[in-house]
């Protein structure tokens, strides 16, 4: 693995609760991501972070916001969880920008929301 | 319309019985196409980027090669052990690089002894 731990790796949670991923990452990547994968669907982008205090918007960002405070660290906060938002997530670096350089994973976060 | 598509959804193999996965994409500009496998309960675990048609890569029993269109996968007298979900992603020529790649739904491979 590339130095990258998520947590919870398991959580389960109700309906319009907030809930905060953890993704850790040992590198010191400057780029850093957040995915969810779905079956039917594949892996789908979220968030992502170009630097400290540096992000952007994916393809699926609506009920989610995220903060990287620190090189090494960068959340995930589902405000109010709602059972769409029942996935396994997935935190990925990268040390340039990509097509320079590929991303690597964690081993995800299950995430289901009853 | 996806912009990356992979086909079989899944296929299953007999030890060392070659076959090729394929990856088709629709991007304007491509900037990189990634090979990943993923095995259950893990994350994906980089293989090969390409970057230009006519390109290939190698590791292994495993070859990847590239045209303006799609992608193959070549597997060559597979093992057990190669059985995964194969993935392919691509990302496109916009922005300044940081934003992520688009996947497709993978390809569930099964290798039987």
Redesign the interface.
Known sequence: DAG?TQSPRHKVTETGTPVTLRCHQTENHR?M?W?RQDP??????IH?S?GVKDT?K??VSDGYSVSRSKTEDFLLTLESATSSQTSVY?C?ISDR????S???????TRLTVT | EDQ?TQSPEALRLQEGESSSLNCSYTVSGL??L?W?RQDP??????LF?L?SAGEEKEKERLKATLTKKESFLHITAPKPEDSATY?C?V?EYSG??????T????THLIIQP
């Open positions: 990258i780029y991501y995915y039917g669907h594949g892996l789908r982008l992502y170009y952007d994916g393809e997935f990925a920008a990509l097509g320079n590929p991303l690597h994973f964690g081993n995800g | 990356v900037r990189g990634f990943y309960g893990k994350g994906p675990e980089f980027t970057y993935l992603a990302q300044g690089g940081a934003d992520g790649l996947f497709g739904k993978g």
